[in-house]
């Protein structure tokens, strides 16, 4: 991760030992907010709502992902991907329109333990 090596350079110690005590954290919290808080029980972020209703999953979070001004001050640097597979695209959209299960890796489930 280049960004992170410059971030290193850029930060003090202090500053390190912080952001590595919050990963942890804020990335649980984002998964929360994402997998199990709800608005009529669809995922209450816009965006997640967006791409879970059109047969995508949840499929990683990503801290320092956006480092500007912007990305600190409205997301803690925290960006999301989802990915459609084509074979489970029909089957995701399914469940989440019927059923409100959100589509998730493994990787975003092992964040909500």
Known sequence: ??????????????ML???Q????????LCAHYLYRE???????????????GNGAE??????????SKQGMDQACSIMV???YFLDQKDT??????Q???IAASQSVMDLLQ
């Open 38 to 52: 709800k608005r009529r029980n669809f995922a209450l972020n816009p965006v997640a709502n967006f791409h879970l």
């Open 99 to 101: 059923r409100q299960q």
């Open 17 to 19: 030992f912080w952001l």
């Open 21 to 28: 005590v919050m990963k942890p954290i804020l990335l649980r």
């Open 81 to 83: 991907n989802y990915r």
């Open 1 to 14: 991760m280049a960004i992170f090596k410059k971030l290193e350079e850029e930060l003090t110690g202090k």
């Open 58 to 67: 949840l499929w990683r979070i990503n801290f320092l992902a956006d480092t």
């Open 92 to 97: 995701n959209c399914l469940n989440y329109q």
